[in-house]
């Protein structure tokens, strides 16, 4: 077990920008040192390749740093590294090599999309099959693929290609058939000093005691999903594909959270078994993953709403962490739904409003819309006055225009963390009132106190309404 989750530590950090050309997510550029950063990615790529692939990796001495999405560079490095073994058909050699490079007039005046100036150059080569020179010009094209149908979206390159150009870079092609291809992105050199990267997604693991039904036609990757999730106290329930999936749902069996690989064999598909599942457990949760967010789940190069994915690969923290954060946005959705309609009278009388909220204005931190949406309408329902964000910039803007009495704040948000969201905050408002709802028992980086709290996920609204009265009526410090 630990050499299965030391396989994929840096997988979740790479696999969630696969997501990027769906969602369009901000880049967070850092002034990195690509030679550093492939040397940290040697261990995944070897896993993630297989021993048949002999890999190299070089970085030249006196490296310039670069201005990049560390993220995003190491994903695009991943995608490249994958294409690169299907090209070999799971065999034969990957060179990843670094360098300084400069790209001059001449150059520019033939390569029309480039910008003259210093680069640093990542350049990934392998010993496959090679493009055939008529369609080198469209592998970079959204949805292109050239292979079968339910083994890649084609929107590995494209994401690749829309992350280096967002850069200010520059991505060039060479390939011969028979002989292999060599892709060289150019990213922009930075003369600043290298930025320290800070991971504000540790903290302590959480589990859980629910029944978790998972679904992957993998041997090896269900038997170690399964043996992650009993290390983490869930009780699960496994099937090598959708229609036994469907088969263990329907024998009336208590599960409270579906967990099933997009793309699996058979006539029934895995969105499918899921409507049927929810069609037969109101209540079940569902929660998809997957190397690449294939058609079935993606429309127009955007997720459907409401649907929760976790890409591969993916660590027992980033596990742990989707699986509290989906559980409790349904539970937060349960309670709702079978929350009894109060009489028109309860819900408008000013004094049952000032008696349970005295009109307090909350703002409500959190990316997940379904958490946020479901949270919203629980604090409008008590009464209270509710502004929600879905970053921490959107929270940020509507401090600047509104007076808080309270922030409820997710810790891992898109654009930075919970932690750092409150320390801006609190230089404005030193004494606000601030509660993080995460999956963790602890938030690394502040104090707690009686204004700032910790709501574990997943919790209802009793727990919520109780912590947000005891914050409010907190001394001032």
């Known amino acids: 077990m630990p050499a299965a989750s030391s396989g994929v530590s840096r997988g979740s950090k790479l696999a969630s920008q696969l997501l990027a050309f769906g969602r369009r997510q901000p880049l967070a550029p850092k002034v990195v040192n690509l030679g550093r950063l492939i040397r940290d990615l040697d261990d995944l790529l070897r896993r993630a390749l297989g021993e048949a692939i002999e890999i190299e990796t070089i970085a030249a001495g006196g490296l310039w740093n670069t201005l990049i999405d ?13 294409n690169a073994r299907d090209a070999m058909n799971g065999r034969g050699r990957l060179t990843i090599e670094a360098g300084n490079a400069s790209l001059d007039d001449h150059y520019v005046q033939t390569n029309p999309d480039a910008m003259p100036g210093q680069y640093v150059m990542l350049a990934v080569s392998d010993t496959g099959c090679g493009i055939p020179e008529e369609i080198i010009g469209q592998v970079f094209e959204p949805f292109f693929t050239t292979k079968p149908e339910g083994h890649g979206t084609g929107l590995g390159l494209s994401m690749v290609y829309g992350f280096v150009k967002q850069s200010g870079g520059h991505i060039k092609v060479y390939s011969e058939l028979g002989q292999g291809t060599t892709i060289k ?3 922009p050199r930075s003369v600043q000093t290298e930025d320290v990267i800070i991971d504000h997604d540790s903290g302590v693991v959480t589990g859980g005691t629910e029944t978790i039904l998972v679904a992957e036609d993998d041997d090896a990757v269900r038997d170690t999903v399964v043996a992650l999730l009993a290390d983490l106290g869930y009780r699960v329930l496994k099937a090598r594909d959708a229609q036994g999936a469907l088969t263990i749902i329907e024998s009336g069996i208590p599960i409270d959270l579906l967990f099933t690989d997009v793309v699996m064999p058979g006539s029934l598909k895995s969105p499918e078994v899921a409507r049927k599942a929810r069609e037969r457990l109101p209540h079940l949760a569902v929660l998809f ?7 079935s789940i993606v429309h127009g190069g955007r997720l459907d709403e409401g649907v929760d994915l976790l890409t591969k690969p993916y660590t027992r923290e980033a596990l742990a962490k989707k699986l509290r954060q989906v559980l409790t946005a349904q539970a937060l959705r349960n309670e709702k739904a079978a929350a009894p309609t109060e009489p028109s009278s309860a819900v408008s009388s000013p004094a049952a409003l000032s008696a349970s909220a005295d009109k307090r204005r909350i703002l409500v931190c959190e990316d997940d819309w379904m958490i946020r949406v479901s949270i919203v309408d629980i604090l409008e329902a008590k009464g209270y006055e509710v502004i929600e964000s879905a970053d921490a ?21 898109p654009d930075m963390s919970g932690v750092d969201l409150v320390k801006a905050l609190r230089e404005k408002q030193p004494h606000l009132p601030v509660i993080f ?16 709290r910790i709501l574990q996920k997943p919790y209802g609204s009793d727990a919520l309404h109780q912590l947000i009265g ?6 001032s410090a």
Do not use: K, M, W
Not at 289 to 295: D, H, L, M, Q, R
Not at 397 to 407: G, K, M, P, R, T
Not at 470 to 475: F, I, K, M, T, V
């Open 185 to 187: 992105l150019y990213l």
């Open 393 to 413: 910039q959107q929270a940020i803007s509507a401090f600047s225009e509104h007076s808080i009495d309270l922030l409820l704040t997710d810790v891992g948000l």
């Open 437 to 452: 709802a995460t999956g963790n028992d602890t938030v690394s980086g502040i104090d707690l106190d009686e204004r700032t």
């Open 70 to 82: 560390p993220a995003n560079v190491e994903n695009a490095l991943l995608n490249l590294a994958i």
């Open 289 to 295: 993953t997957s190397g690449y967010t294939e058609n």
């Open 470 to 475: 005891q914050s409010l009526e907190a001394p």
